[in-house]
């Protein structure tokens, strides 16, 4: 059974930083465009992060300039840096992974991000 296990959640205070981890069993990454999404209380799900097979990234102009998406294909884990935490980057934090060819898609379950004094 395909899993992507996210990791590196927390609370953390307004400016700081954390660094979510993606780890991907069953599945070689390589071959799979990956990228976060988040949803917060009462919102709906929203695109963070996004970094093809070529590691292309793309991101939401809420975090440019503060997260960065990377992938490691020899470890089969994708990363998320956040710097500069705000509040209202509070939500749960989703990892996907996308098949280049068939678009088959998977999903973690979800790690906890709360930014607060």
């Known amino acids: 059974q395909v899993q992507l296990v996210e990791s590196g959640g927390g609370l953390v205070q307004p400016g700081g930083s954390l660094k979510l981890s993606c780890a991907a069993s069953?599945?070689?990454?390589?071959?799979?465009?990956m990228g976060w999404y988040r949803q917060a209380p009462g919102k709906q799900r929203e695109l963070v992060a996004t970094?093809?097979?070529?590691?292309?990234?793309n991101y939401a102009d809420s975090v440019k300039g503060r997260f960065t998406i990377s992938r490691d294909n020899a470890k089969n884990t994708v990363y998320l840096q956040m710097n500069s935490l705000k509040p209202e980057d509070t939500a749960v934090y989703y990892c996907?992974?996308?098949?280049?060819?068939?678009?088959?898609?998977?999903w973690g379950q979800g790690t906890q991000v709360t930014v607060s004094s």
């Open positions: 996907y992974a996308v098949h280049l060819s068939t678009r088959t898609e998977y």
């Open positions: 069953r599945i070689t990454i390589s071959i799979y465009n």
């Open positions: 970094i093809s097979y070529a590691s292309i990234t």
